[in-house]
């Protein structure tokens, strides 16, 4: 009778400890897959930003581009306009000293 009543208490003292350790293996299973859900959600946030920010990088680069292009058109207007000037500050001076020899010859007839 005791052995018997040793044994009932043995497998019951087992049957515990096992739904114990199921209870908690089960626990920590639905924490880590809780946990695997939000960093899923999180890795699939992170992406959907990522991309956001590549586009926005992109139309960026492509902006500086057309400004780089724009820019660099200025820089040869400015450079036809400088040699244009030059071209015409000569010209002005040759036409000053026309004028200038003519005033002469002028004084020269008086």
Known sequence: MIFN??????IFLVILILLFKMFYYKHLYEK????????KHALRDAEILIKKYQIQLQR???????LNEEMNKL???LKAIKN???Q???ENEQLRRKIREL???IEALL
């Open 32 to 39: 880590t897959e809780e946990k695997r859900k939000h960093l």
């Open 84 to 86: 244009r000037n030059a």
């Open 60 to 66: 960026s680069l492509g902006n500086l581009e057309l």
């Open 103 to 105: 005033e002469n010859k």
């Open 5 to 10: 009543w040793l044994f009932l208490s043995f």
């Open 88 to 90: 015409l500050r000569v």
């Open 75 to 77: 820089k040869n207007d």
